[in-house]
């Protein structure tokens, strides 16, 4: 097992890990948007010994991802995504004089930086896949749920917009398109903190119908199943391998 821990907390909470499930079945547990660098080291090591192992099946679980950075999302698309791909169709801002000052906007062109106005940033731009000898040539699933949240329903969105593989769960907690990106400040009279967001994000695909993604297979856990500690989930993507694998094997 492959796994990297949370360091912020000296807790053992587990931010990402790869265990094979079976021998052409591996998993990685995916919980946290965290530490591109040590993310880095985590994939190539984990496929790594996914090719070495050759793997059929891969199951990626972010069910309990609530977000962070976006760019493990581009990292982990560069070992699954068989073409080029992008998180992000579009980008609102709202333009203040506060972030002016704080210089939040000086890749803006002066002109276009007035306080009081949305700049719209409209990337078209696919990210190009970069040669990589340890890229997944197999079948992806993606597990996600109430929990998936900000980067991770991002990266969701990607996944599903270029087709990488199959969704299994319930409709994600983060919406497709989104918020994100605070500004923090205190309040005059109360001093209490404030945090407000200045970026509008439009998910791959996205649609501003303020739902979540939609998972190609809807599967939840039952209060039951929790009780006993019984991953529907789960369960139903293995089944879900094991009628694919009848189906292609002669």
Known sequence: MLQILDKDSGQPKITY???SISDSIGYIEFNSFA??????????????TIKKENVKHLIIDI?????????????????ISQTDFTQLDSMHLKISEELINKKRFD???????????IYRYNDNLLTK????????????YLLVGGNTFSSACMFTSAFQCFEVGVVIGSETGGLTVSFGNFY???LPETNFNMGISYKKFYHACGQDDRRGIIPDYIVENTIEDDLKSFDRVLEFTLDLIKKDNSITTP
Do not use: C, H, V, W
């Open 17 to 19: 890990q790869y265990k």
């Open 35 to 48: 530490d591109l660098e040590q993310f880095k080291i985590f994939l190539d090591s984990t496929f790594t």
């Open 63 to 79: 069910r309990k991802n609530g977000g962070g950075d976006s760019s493990l999302g581009d990292e982990l698309m560069q070992y």
């Open 107 to 117: 890749y803006i062109d002066s002109a276009e930086r007035k306080a009081g106005t």
């Open 129 to 140: 896949l970069r040669d990589n000898p340890l890229r997944f040539t197999g079948k992806s």
């Open 184 to 186: 923090y400040f205190k």
